[in-house]
Each structure stands twice: as structure tokens, then as C-alpha cells.
């Protein structure tokens, strides 16, 4: 009886599987660990630079990445390992490139102008995640950390879209299962969140996530989810 029990669960878990990937059909997004920032000239190279380099190291500095300019032709490419932070560069870069006012003022200031925006931007994001797979809002502190993972890659896939993803299959196998769908699609969409949360915390990501959740008071069975 159990031998056939787990034959027959194998199958049909193959089953539901399948079911589930043949209703979702998912876009994958490649992205690169630099950002290229076009210019309009070559000219405007020696701006950025500023005189003995005071601009890109102002830039620098106030944003933690680096900026390369070598012979690529009309182009500067800005490396670093925090892809929230390059985002935050690569839009100052554009603002300060289309405003032609490049000095280390304007700079801090251009900076500080695009962070302000990310914040927000990050919010609404991780907002429209949840409606997305249409299950309720989540606190602040997880909608905001939730938003990070459109900056995250993982597997050259960007982290949110492939939660997203997750989540939605999550609810069609729980769906079919008869199981609580709501549960099982928040537990798709914040699987990976560990991954958003300060490299200085101990743990695999999942561990982290699902303590991080279980600091917010979500569903318990969403945390067990997570942790799994």
C-alpha cells in the first residue's frame, strides 16, 4: 500500500506540476552586473571627469560605485556590487549628463534627489508585486524590501519577476491540491526575500527571510514556506 501510495503521488505531483507550468508562461529578463550610460558626445567625457578628476570622484563617493571611462565610444559604464546603489548611479549619471551642470555639488545634490525617488519607487514596486498575484497588502517594512528584489539577479533572472513567477505557480498547485492558495502564493512571492536583507545577517537566505517574516507577524504557514 505505501509502495503504491508514493508511486501514485509521484505522478500526479508530475501531473499538477505540469498543469501549473502550461497555464503560466513567464518572461525571463538577462541584465548585466554594470550599467552603460550613453552620452550625446565624446566632449562630455572630460566633464565628468572635472578638472584633476574632482567630478568622478565626487560621483564616487557619494554614490559607492565606480565609474569607468575608457575608449568605448560615447559611453560610461558604472560598476559595483549593490545593485540598488547602481541603479541610484546610472539615473543620477543620465540627470547630470542631460542637465550639463557637472561639479561636486550638483552632483550630491542630483544624488540625493534619485534616492529619494528609489525609495519610493521601491515601495510602489513591491506594492504592485502583491496586486499583481492579487493577494492582500503586505507591511511597509516587507513591501519595501520585497521592491529591493527588482535589483537582485539570480541565475542571470531578475529575482522579483522570478518571484513572481514562483507565486503564481504556487497558486495553481495549491489550487489544484485544494489548499489555502492565498498562503501558498504569498509563500512563492516572499521565498527569496532573504536574499533582499543586509549581507551581515546570519543564515542562508531562507532562514533569514523567514525570521525576517516572522518579525512582521505574517502567516505561519507562509514563514514554515519560506524557511523550507
Given at each position: ?65 565606480t565609474v ?70 503586505l ?6 524590501t ?50 533582499a ?32
Amino acid at each position: 500500500i505505501v509502495d503504491t501510495a508514493k508511486a501514485s503521488a509521484e505522478e500526479q505531483a508530475k501531473k499538477i506540476l505540469a498543469v501549473a507550468i502550461q497555464r503560466y508562461s513567464g518572461e525571463y529578463t538577462f541584465e548585466t552586473t554594470t550599467a552603460t550610460v550613453s552620452l550625446l558626445n565624446e566632449d562630455i567625457k572630460g566633464r565628468i571627469i572635472g578638472r584633476e578628476g574632482r567630478n568622478i570622484r565626487a560621483f564616487e563617493k557619494a554614490t559607492g560605485m565606480t565609474v569607468l571611462i575608457d575608449d568605448t565610444p560615447n559611453a560610461v559604464v558604472i560598476s559595483g556590487f549593490d545593485p540598488t546603489r547602481r541603479e541610484v548611479a546610472r539615473q543620477a549619471m543620465r540627470m547630470l549628463i542631460q542637465d550639463g551642470r557637472i561639479h561636486p555639488t550638483r552632483i550630491e545634490e542630483v544624488v540625493e534627489r534619485v534616492r529619494q525617488e528609489m525609495d519610493e519607487t521601491i515601495m510602489r514596486t513591491g506594492e504592485e508585486a502583491a496586486l499583481k498575484i492579487n493577494v492582500p497588502p503586505l507591511p511597509a517594512e516587507v513591501n519595501r524590501t520585497l521592491g529591493n528584489l527588482r535589483f537582485r539577479l539570480s541565475y542571470s533572472q531578475n529575482i522579483l519577476d522570478h518571484s513572481i513567477e514562483v507565486a503564481s505557480l504556487c497558486g495553481m498547485m495549491a489550487a489544484e491540491l485544494k489548499l489555502n492558495v492565498q498562503h501558498a502564493k504569498l509563500a512563492g512571492l516572499l521565498h527569496d526575500i532573504g536574499k533582499a536583507i543586509q549581507q551581515d545577517a546570519e543564515g542562508g537566505h531562507a532562514i533569514v527571510g523567514a525570521e525576517f517574516l516572522k518579525r512582521h507577524r505574517l502567516p505561519e504557514p507562509v514563514i514554515d514556506g519560506v524557511a523550507s
